[in-house]
């Protein structure tokens, strides 16, 4: 088990608005189901304990892109759509925020009675890594968020969150089990259980080395421990700006999206009729399942597929966003089928947006896109939390 990372975000406040939670839900739910279809589930842990991926994640899905608020939107999206298909995809997200946290280990205990995993070590585990960021680590931060992760083959993440009133801020812990996967490969350690599945029993001798990591983690010393880890530092301003993005990347889908149409490339014939905005956020929705960990050191760029419910860096594109999600369940429903042609076309998507950052110059006015991205964002049924976007004056002198 490792403490693999943290992540410092402004503390923001505020209310996810209905018609941006219910897309988060089925976008969330799209983006694991292709991880869990290509990479598999234990992958989905992996991902969720990496601070920059989960950060990346929530900026796609149309969250602020920096502020506290991603954690809980985020994971409680995942929550509400993921748990329906559990028993199908492998994956229990307990825990929440209040008084859902203290709800995560009868959750546990109920789903370990259906998979047949330990839950008392389960509950143990999320008890001990609650303890460590809010007790053994004495950083300032009140922990006020808990979800545990589960898969049904005993690994298991962690995404907690702590606030601080002396800098208004929040720090976001993530955990992963690593080191169980140790045991799943060896037959004698496993148990039968009700479900007359394989049960992984941490009671075992030979889980002695995985409980002593848990209790030596408890016992680092706190500056050690967090040198080791995976930190992200977000910044306090609200606006994105240039030095907030990688340019190069993002330049190369906004030249893929806008200059190139996918007639211009064979491998991506499927995704033909696709709008050039749409594309833009299929490119970096295709990333965030595609991706390897080096590709999210910039989080904010993953708001240029999908905006922010603040308006940053551009109201929330609800046409397109609708679109994105559309195309990638009629893909993922194709490939369940074995018809994975539509599939293949989203993941080429990603090769050739790095292919074409190789000998790629960024030569586009960041200032000027998201001022592009704003006027137009009537056309696309551009939303903020202050309500819907509105054409230019000049426009809208046209349209009368």
């Not at 421990?225 to 907030?244: F, G, Q, S, Y």
Request: hydrophobic share 35%; aromatic share 8%.
């Amino acid at each position: 088990m490792k403490r693999s990372g943290s992540a410092d975000l402004p503390l923001h406040y505020g209310y996810v608005p209905t018609w941006l939670a219910e897309r988060m839900a089925k976008l969330g739910l799209a983006v694991v189901e292709n991880i869990v279809l290509d990479y598999g589930k234990d992958e989905v842990l992996r991902r969720l304990s990496d601070p920059f991926w989960f950060q990346s994640l929530g900026a796609v899905m149309g969250m602020d892109w920096h502020s506290s608020g991603i954690t809980t939107s985020v994971m409680g999206a995942l929550k509400r759509s993921v748990n329906p298909h559990s028993k199908e995809l492998g994956i229990y997200i307990c825990g929440g925020k209040g008084k859902h946290s203290r709800q995560t280990p009868n959750e546990l205990l109920s789903i370990s009675e259906t998979t047949g995993l330990n839950g008392d070590y389960l509950v143990k585990c999320s008890k001990l890594s609650a303890k460590v960021d809010n007790t053994a680590i004495q950083d300032g931060f009140q922990l006020y968020t808990h979800n545990f992760i589960l898969s049904s083959s005993g690994q298991w993440a962690v995404v907690q969150q702590g606030m601080s009133d002396a800098t208004s801020t929040a720090r976001r812990y993530h955990w992963h089990s690593e080191t169980l996967t140790s045991f799943v490969d060896d037959p004698h350690t496993f148990i039968y259980g009700q479900n007359t599945g394989n049960i992984l029993n941490m009671a075992d001798k030979q889980a002695a080395a995985s409980r002593n990591g848990i209790m030596q983690i408890a016992q680092e010393n706190p500056e050690l421990m967090l040198k080791e880890i995976n930190k992200l530092v977000m910044p306090a301003h609200h606006d994105v700006r240039a030095k907030d993005v990688d340019l190069k990347r993002l330049g190369a889908v906004l030249w893929l999206a806008q200059e190139k149409q996918p007639k211009d490339f064979e491998e991506l014939l499927l995704l033909q009729g696709l709008g050039p905005r749409t594309l833009q956020s299929l490119a970096l929705v295709s990333e965030v399942i595609h991706g390897t960990p080096s590709r999210f050191k910039d989080p904010a760029r993953f708001s240029f597929a999908h905006g922010g419910k603040d308006g940053h860096p551009f109201p929330v594109p609800v046409k397109v966003y609708d679109e994105t999600i559309g195309i990638l369940q009629t893909a993922i429903y194709k490939a369940k089928l074995g018809i994975s042609e539509k599939n293949e076309a989203i993941k080429r998507l990603t090769q050739i947006t790095q292919q074409a950052e190789d000998n790629f110059i960024p030569n586009a006015n960041f200032d000027k896109v998201i001022e592009q991205e704003r006027e137009n964002s009537w056309k696309y049924g551009g939303r903020t939390v202050m309500g819907k976007a509105q054409p230019p004056v000049q426009q809208q002198l046209k349209l009368f």
